[in-house]
């Protein structure tokens, strides 16, 4: 199926890039380049559901800006527009696919799935993971029991809720996990799809429209010896967020500490969350550590972790949210998913 073809009940494949499409390149490395329909084409067997292929872009995706994640969401609501489309399944590459999933996660107002996935191999590789997770992931799409789950990735047959999501392997075809929020059920070789747990069932927030701009959003460590010079240039170079990525529960230092002081009192947004897994950012140190951090204006990310809490902060910022209603969100959203329900 094409997209010229009569409207019945499919699944939408949106193609972005990523290693899933990815080819050697004359000039030297790998690069996206496959079209969505070279990847449908690429699956040996047939579908589980009919597809129509929509193209947004052919990147890698540590080339994507939020910019870029925003276009993707836009592209996503255009074709929920159909009431014959099942679900979306967006292939993309898998080291922001936390970023945009989550982005889509927490501006998803519809029943219906969406879907990521990409591949670790690329695709001229001797043994491409793609087509499998493919196949796989468009099973899930267009399965009834993956509706009003918000948005999910499905990789290596294992399926994983959006938030807390984290690229946790370089080269291993299991590339994901997600240390706090766990699995959401799993698609075998041959499609059958079994989900398991509830959504957290938090209200979607808008998507912003053009007009609100690209507020900047920088991430800044707090590692052994860490001074204050990053963190300054970021308040230099006018970030209106900057999500700080400390130590342990969420701790930076007596010199790091000052001047997210002076940069909340300039109005910038600073966001402490961590380097470590699993576990939530817990206020708990003074000398500069995490309850200093609090004293001094940071706002603590709970359980999201920094790639997390820079999308979430980047989203709050275009969306012209309050300082206190920010912190809310970040309350909301950071918890536990026992406590959200
Ligand atoms: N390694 C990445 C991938 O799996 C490259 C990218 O993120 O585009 O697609």
Request: proline share 7%.
């Amino acid at each position: 199926m094409t997209a010229t073809d009569p409207p019945a009940a499919h699944v939408v494949l949106l193609a972005t890039g990523g290693t899933i499409s990815s080819r050697a390149s004359a000039a030297g490395g790998a690069i996206a380049s496959d079209t969505g329909g070279q990847l449908f084409a690429s699956l040996g067997s047939s579908a589980s559901f009919p597809v129509r292929v929509v193209d947004v872009f052919q990147k890698g995706s540590y080339l994507l800006t939020v910019d870029d994640m925003i276009a993707i969401c836009v592209k996503i609501k255009e074709v929920l527009e159909d009431p014959q489309v099942l679900g979306v399944v967006v292939t993309h590459g898998t080291d922001t696919m936390e970023e945009t999933a989550y982005l889509v996660d927490l501006t998803h107002n519809d029943h219906r799935p969406v879907v990521f996935t990409g591949a670790q191999h690329a695709a001229d590789s001797a043994s491409p993971d793609g087509p499998d997770n493919l196949s796989r992931a468009i099973a899930v799409a267009g399965s009834p029991d993956a509706r009003g789950r918000g948005v999910l990735v499905a990789f290596a047959g294992t399926i994983f809720p959006a938030p807390g999501l984290r690229k946790s392997h370089t080269t291993s075809l299991n590339a994901f996990a997600n240390p706090d929020f766990g699995t959401a059920g799993h698609i075998s070789a041959t499609g059958e799809v079994s989900i398991q747990g509830a959504p957290a069932g938090l209200e979607p927030l808008p998507l912003p429209g053009p007009e609100a701009g690209s507020p900047r959003v920088d991430l800044v460590a707090a590692y052994p010896g860490a001074d204050s010079t990053l963190l300054h240039a970021a308040v230099q170079a006018g970030a209106a967020g900057i999500v700080l990525q400390g130590t342990g529960s969420g701790n930076a230092n007596a010199k790091l500490c000052p001047e997210v002081a002076a940069a909340t009192s300039a109005g910038v947004i600073v966001v402490t969350s961590t380097r470590v897994d699993a576990g939530a950012v817990i206020p708990i140190y003074g000398a500069g550590g995490g309850a200093d951090l609090r004293a001094a204006g940071a706002i603590p990310s709970g359980l999201i972790r920094p790639s997390q809490s820079l999308v979430l902060l980047s989203l709050l910022l275009r969306l012209g949210t309050p300082p206190t209603r920010i912190a809310e969100v970040f309350a909301e959203r950071g918890r536990s998913p026992d406590q959200s329900r």
